[in-house]
């Protein structure tokens, strides 16, 4: 079964090669703006769910994984920085505070579609203004939501993570594989994705 990943984050591309699942890479171009009220989990949900389906409506054969991951600090969803400036303003937001990742995960096959969202608490270092600067010097900011990432420099302002790493990464492996089995998709850990199981031997599971 052909697997498509609709993203273009070279993290999710690593998390999938990390556990076996060979995949094309296919972005999604969708509009992200946040509905007003709309709660951040809703919102990163459903844009999760709109990436599968723009691709999905392209390739409706195959198994396409889409995420989304948001940065929500006292409320506030915290996006890409538009430049360093702004990338500083939100890591001096963050520094010695918890915030919240929530990363949404869904497939889409034959017209279905799962999803759910991770939950992770994410504590931050106290960051002098110093540590900031040489942080968004490196680049690595730059394409991050809230201006940071966890596999990165960005490991080293961190105190703690209360939940999945890979989650703020990007893709909760676990959760992923858990939905695509839900969705009555085969992977063994040799990283192979096989056809669907007929929906008569899914109903006994």
């Known amino acids: 079964m052909r697997v498509i990943l609709a993203s273009s984050s070279p993290r999710r591309h690593d998390l999938l090669q990390m556990i076996g699942v060979a995949h094309d890479v296919i972005p999604a171009d969708i509009d992200e703006t946040q509905f007003d009220g709309e709660p951040p989990v809703e919102h990163v949900e459903r844009l999760a769910r709109e990436k599968g389906a723009a691709i999905a409506a392209r390739f409706p054969e195959s198994l ?5 991951t948001i940065v929500v600090e006292r409320g506030d969803v915290l996006g890409k920085p538009r430049d360093a400036a702004e990338a500083r303003t939100m890591l001096r937001r963050l520094s010695g505070r918890t915030h919240i990742v929530f990363t949404a995960v869904a497939v889409t096959l034959e017209g279905s579609t799962l999803s759910a969202v991770e939950e992770v608490s994410v504590t931050f270092l106290p960051l002098s203004d110093r540590t900031i600067a040489s942080y968004v010097a490196t680049g690595e900011p730059m394409d991050k939501a809230g201006s940071y990432g966890i596999q990165g420099y960005g490991a080293t302002l961190v105190a703690r993570i209360d939940g999945d790493f890979f989650a703020v990464m990007g893709l909760p492996l676990a959760r992923l594989i858990a939905l ?16 669907r199981r007929q929906k008569a031997e899914s109903r006994k599971q």
């Open 64 to 68: 396409v994984i889409s995420a989304d």
């Open 180 to 195: 695509m089995m839900e969705m009555g998709v085969e992977y063994d850990y040799g990283g192979t994705v096989g056809g």
